[in-house]
């Protein structure tokens, strides 16, 4: 199970990375096991945009149990997931910045970022990660 504070230790250390290595206002989303939200954080002046596309990132890489950046490879044209960013209403998002939380070997919930180039949506969802 993922807590309020897991959740909490996870977009600290987001924040961390965007503030300090990364130098863009981010907005990070953690969601549960079932994929619902469970925090969120905008840093200021972060872009409005970018809200729900954080909060899709999760989704995603909760509902399917990967990282986007990899979705992003596996729904190219030809391969096997290619149109899935229409499913689920829309919500599927197909690039980098969402990644499975796992503690013990079982998927605990998910993190996402958005608010800056993929590279850096990336680096500071792995920096949340690795804070679980």
């Given at each position: 199970?993922?807590?309020?504070?897991?959740?909490?230790?996870?977009?600290?250390?987001?924040?961390?990375?965007?503030?300090?290595?990364?130098?863009?206002?981010?907005?990070?989303?953690?969601?549960?096991?079932?994929?619902?939200?469970?925090?969120?954080?905008?840093?200021?002046?972060?872009?409005?945009?970018?809200?729900d596309?954080?909060?899709?990132?999760?989704?995603?890489?909760?509902?399917?149990?990967?990282?986007?950046?990899?979705?992003?490879?596996?729904?190219?044209?030809?391969?096997?997931?290619?149109?899935?960013?229409?499913?689920?209403?829309?919500?599927?998002v197909?690039?980098?910045g969402?990644?499975?939380?796992?503690?013990?070997?079982?998927?605990?919930?998910?993190?996402?970022?958005?608010?800056?180039?993929?590279?850096?949506?990336?680096?500071?969802?792995?920096?949340?990660?690795?804070?679980?």
């Open positions: 199970m993922l807590t309020l504070d897991d959740a909490k230790r996870i977009i600290a250390a987001a924040e961390k990375t965007a503030t300090d290595d990364v130098g863009q206002p981010m907005n990070i989303a953690v969601v549960d096991a079932g994929g619902h939200l469970l925090a969120f954080v905008r840093q200021p002046n972060a872009w409005l945009g970018s809200i596309i954080a909060i899709n990132k999760a989704f995603t890489a909760r509902a399917f149990d990967i990282p986007t950046k990899k979705l992003a490879e596996l729904s190219q044209p030809e391969e096997q997931f290619f149109g899935i960013h229409a499913s689920n209403h829309s919500r599927v197909i690039f980098a969402g990644i499975p939380l796992e503690r013990d070997g079982a998927i605990v919930g998910a993190i996402g970022v958005s608010g800056g180039f993929s590279k850096q949506d990336q680096a500071v969802a792995e920096a949340g990660a690795a804070a679980l």
